[in-house]
């Protein structure tokens, strides 16, 4: 186990580590979609790459959410045939998004030997996400094209 000082300075390595390995900026907050967004998440489980989407509005939530589930099979057949499509997800604080990830199971930030791993998987499946988002922006941003 690791003290908590520990456990942040292998964690901020971890991404500084990230960082340097793949220098590129990443799509993440660009959206220009406000609360819609691309996040990178580690622990000492697994690895994602997630979709939030997290409007106030629920309406909203609601039509992005939908926008691109009707692109599910697209998603899934030509960018991330493991992706995992979730309308209504609580957040730990309790929160209700709806996110659409991929997995990584049996890797741990904690353990330096699976972190190539990690940031291959990181790079190559962001990079798929972000493609199928360039793809299909004008589409998802558009509220008035309804699904």
Known sequence: ???KEEA???KKEFWITFAD???RKWLLH???IKDVTFKFYADNKKAQVLLDIEPKDEEKRKIYYEKIESLKTILLEDYLPEAIFERNFYLE???LISRIWVNL???CINNKATWDTIYDFFNEKMTSFEMFFYEHEDYI???EINT
């Open 30 to 32: 660009n959206t220009k």
């Open 8 to 10: 942040l300075r292998i």
């Open 21 to 23: 390995t793949y220098p």
């Open 105 to 107: 199971d049996h890797v």
């Open 141 to 143: 941003k558009d509220l």
């Open 93 to 95: 604080n309790g929160k």
């Open 1 to 3: 186990m690791y003290s």
